[in-house]
Every structure is written in structure tokens, then in C-alpha cells.
């Protein structure tokens, strides 16, 4: 997977589209040399601003990615799509069923080589995402263990998706996570509100996603940029 464009993704920034953001903080953060912006929202994202979005992330060159969790939010234009499959949930919708109908009206128009399945484990029971989907969060490290064996060497997922998703997660399940991947890259999102936080899983996971502190803590957002450009990864480069 070394020549997929979120190969050497270090520090990322999401954004909702149903969120507002202002002029002035877009250009702080697509100027702030962080490595891509990822689209993308569990409730309330669609064509409308899904489009408003990428047509003012455009005016700079920082990379674009668009999590696709509803057919609604296709939008052409971005550089790489994920298309997320909630690994710990028992509802299957959310595995194959959402994604298999999507395919059977879009699939021949899918830019398939600028798009790749993303596992997400979500682990904070009290996000939206895991009410959404119905995701069992996991606090053991077997069942951590058991959901990165099926994601990374089962199903041969190039990316697995940490999510705790408003909360800062427990690193220790991180670190775990991270030791068990023979292939995939793993990307780490959820309460990461500042540079010390970035820093310590920045050192546990190869992508740090930064997310609701762009809303709510806009100077520690951008100072997390160089915190994880100054930490070095302690996993193998898949």
C-alpha cells in the first residue's frame, strides 16, 4: 500500500460538514502543514455540504479525503474516498449491507483506484458514531487482539481506524492495537485536544486524526501538527 497517498500520512485533520467553520480558521488549518484533510461526519452530511466544503478546502493544496458513510456524501472531486466498516458492531448493515447496496447502483462508477475499505473499531460507547451503529465498545485486549486479527490479517484491510470519538482513549489498548498489524496502518482519532496529546499517540499510531478540537480548541489544534511532527512512530511502516 506504500503508493496509496495516505501511505505517509503522519497528522490529519477532519472535518464535519455539517459543522460551521469560519474563513479564517480553514486557512489556519489547510495552512498549518498538516498532511491531509479527511471529510466526514456521523449524522447530518450531505451533497449540499459535502460540496460547500471541498469547493472551499480546494482553494489550498493540502490533500482531501472523504469518508464515505452515506451514499448522500458522494461526492466527486476528492483525492482518496474510505469507505468505513464498523468492525465491532452486530448490526451487518454496517459491515457489507449499506456498502453492498451502494455498489449495486454506483459501483461501475466508483474511481476504484482512488478508493480503499477503512475498519473502524469504535470505542467510546457514548459517541454518536457508536449509537448510530450500534458498535459494542471494546475495553479488553483480547478483544482488541480479536478485532485487528480480523481487520489486519483476516480481511487484509489497508487501514484500521481507532475511534474513541469526542474522549481520549486508552492508550494502552492503542499500543496493543498498534503491535498486532502486520499490514494495515493504523490511524488514531478521539480527544486529542492539544500538542501532548498528539505527541503520546503520534508514538503508538502512524496517522493522528484531529477532529473537535479544530472547533472548540483552534491554537491547540494547530500546535498538535508539529507535536507529531517531532514524535516518532514505534510501529513498523506497513
Not at 154 to 173: A, T, W
Request: contains cysteine; glycine residues 8%.
Amino acid at each position: 500500500m506504500q503508493s496509496e497517498i495516505y501511505a505517509q500520512w503522519r497528522h490529519v485533520f477532519k472535518l464535519d460538514p455539517e459543522r460551521e467553520i469560519s474563513d479564517e480558521a480553514l486557512d489556519a488549518v489547510c495552512m498549518s502543514g498538516t498532511d491531509a484533510i479527511l471529510v466526514g461526519g456521523s449524522s447530518g452530511v450531505d451533497y449540499d455540504n459535502t460540496v460547500d466544503l471541498l469547493s472551499r478546502i480546494r482553494r489550498y493544496e493540502v490533500p482531501c479525503a472523504l469518508e464515505v458513510s452515506n451514499i448522500e456524501a458522494a461526492v466527486p472531486g476528492f483525492d482518496w474516498y474510505f469507505i468505513p466498516l464498523v468492525l465491532n458492531t452486530r448490526q451487518g448493515e454496517w459491515i457489507a449491507g449499506n456498502q453492498i447496496e451502494a455498489l449495486r447502483k454506483f459501483g461501475p462508477f466508483v474511481p476504484w483506484e482512488t478508493t480503499s475499505a477503512e475498519g473502524y473499531i469504535i470505542l467510546n460507547p457514548d459517541a454518536e458514531a457508536a449509537r448510530i451503529t450500534g458498535a459494542d465498545a471494546i475495553q479488553d485486549a483480547e478483544g482488541i487482539a480479536a478485532h485487528i486479527y480480523m481487520a489486519d490479517r483476516l480481511m487484509r484491510l489497508p487501514v484500521v481506524y481507532i475511534e474513541y470519538s469526542g474522549s481520549y482513549g486508552d492508550m494502552s489498548l492503542v499500543d496493543r492495537a498498534g503491535k498486532l498489524l502486520t499490514g494495515a496502518r493504523l490511524f488514531y482519532g478521539g480527544g486529542i485536544d492539544g500538542p501532548e496529546r498528539a505527541g503520546e499517540v503520534a508514538a503508538l499510531a502512524h496517522t493522528v486524526v484531529v477532529g473537535n478540537a479544530v472547533y472548540d480548541r483552534l491554537d491547540a489544534a494547530l500546535a498538535t501538527v508539529a507535536a507529531v511532527r517531532q514524535t516518532a512512530c514505534e510501529l513498523k511502516q506497513p
